[in-house]
């Protein structure tokens, strides 16, 4: 006899009803406009190509790996110390934090969601690291949105001061979400307790990877394995979406809700001509920064928007996310919430950079073409500075904090 244990909740039959509607509706649009639906395929798919798989392939297989060898165990007790009064996440989140800042989305709820199935961190604690280190990448707020949409390089350095000052800011409010929730232990170390912070981390390594026990071969087979079947499910997402929305525009529904959302643009003082470009970001981040890029708009108006689009990330990677969590416990609608919050800080942010810190003035006239390599061997860089940089933090912090005890003791 089966449990049902893990059998998900009937749906309200209403909210049945009108998904189904929606979806048979689409499924007719895209019926009656051919033509459409292959063309925009065919873009999300090039985008997916070009753009998202040598991005973020490297990052990938590289945290693959680093788990199965331990190396996130290792980290997991050395920043404990950092990690749990900022930001109330166990310390194996330093490495989420570190990988998900660098590599953008959805790296970051890939990870949260591997540790929470290895038990390093609780559902709760998973909530609260997901909602604010799965975030967009440099490469594409520098490169693509900045330097390839605005044309302004410079507008890099705004978007990202906004971006990831607002991820910072969220993952310090989050800190108080479900305060009375359990907290996860550190990572087993297998052995004494009373060592030095140093030993008991490398203590950690070595148990964790006896318990993994796979032989390298193995491991970098199912890091790559695992890494592509991910990218794969991230690619039928983006071309969905980007079938989505050209279908609704060729329909006329984002004209109509464009007159509706100018109104609550307005209020904010945001140019009404930025309206379709929100409407298409609350979709997809990529069209949603490139209408905002080309809008008839003032330039620190473009610029905030591109980074208010870029904070949300659009319904295509909330949708990502839901489908990367099923079976951990964690829930969808924090990270939705920090979504929300995420863009107004970043949109606030941004505008006191670019009014009272420096706005951006010179126009990108060339640059070296865009590579498939180019960009592999860009997020190849990014995954080890970044993967160097923590470790250099945790290991001065573990030096630190050993020599101040020894004093001490003294």
């Not at 039959?13 to 051919?34: K, M, N, S, Y």
């Not at 004494?192 to 490398?202: G, K």
């Not at 904010?268 to 379709?276: Q, V």
């Not at 498939?372 to 030096?399: D, E, H, I, M, Q």
């Amino acid at each position: 006899m089966t449990s049902d244990r893990n059998v998900p909740p009937v749906t309200n039959p209403r909210v049945a009803i009108l998904f189904a509607a929606v979806a048979t509706g689409l499924v007719v649009c895209v019926i009656l406009l051919p033509a459409v639906a292959f063309q925009s395929a065919i873009a999300g798919l090039r985008i997916w190509w070009d753009v998202v798989f040598p991005a973020l392939l490297p990052f990938f297989i590289g945290s693959e790996i680093l788990v199965g060898l331990g190396v996130v165990h290792f980290l997991g007790v050395l920043m404990e110390p950092l990690m749990r009064p900022l930001f109330n996440v166990p310390g194996t989140g330093s490495f989420v934090m570190a990988m998900g800042l660098a590599s953008g989305y959805p790296i970051g709820t890939v990870l949260t969601s591997r540790l929470t199935k290895e038990g390093l961190c609780n559902p709760v604690e998973g909530e609260r690291l997901m909602s604010f280190t799965n975030t967009a990448d440099p490469l594409f707020m520098s490169g693509a949105v900045a330097t390839g949409m605005l044309g302004l390089p410079a507008a890099g350095g705004a978007i990202m001061f906004g971006h990831y000052l607002g991820a910072l800011g969220v993952g310090l409010l989050l800190r108080f979400h479900a305060p009375h929730a359990p907290t996860s232990r550190p990572p087993d170390t297998g052995g004494d307790r009373n060592r030095s912070l140093l030993r008991r981390a490398i203590d950690a390594l070595l148990a964790a990877r006896a318990r993994d026990g796979r032989p390298f071969g193995q491991l970098l087979g199912d890091a790559v394995k695992n890494s592509v079947n991910t990218l794969l499910m991230i690619g039928g997402f983006i071309i969905l979406f980007s079938v989505l929305i050209q279908v609704l525009r060729a329909i006329g529904l984002v004209g109509i809700l464009a007159a509706l959302v100018g109104r609550v643009t307005a209020l904010f003082g945001l140019n009404p001509g930025l309206t379709p470009s929100f409407i298409s970001g609350f979709f997809e981040i990529s069209i949603g920064n490139q209408g905002a890029s080309q809008a008839a708009a003032p330039l620190v108006d473009r610029i905030v928007a591109a980074s208010v689009i870029t904070a949300w990330s659009g319904i295509s990677v909330v949708a990502q996310v839901a489908a990367i969590i099923q079976g951990t416990g964690m829930r969808l609608y924090p990270y939705v919430l920090s979504r929300v919050v995420h863009a107004v800080l970043a949109g606030i942010l941004t505008w006191i950079y670019v009014t009272h810190i420096h706005l951006p003035t010179s126009t990108f006239v060339g640059g070296a073409p865009f590579t498939w390599a180019g960009a592999l061997t860009a997020s190849t860089r990014a995954f080890l500075l970044s993967a160097s940089g923590l470790f250099a933090v945790a290991f001065l912090g573990a030096v630190y904090r050993s020599v101040r005890f020894v004093r001490f003791k003294a």
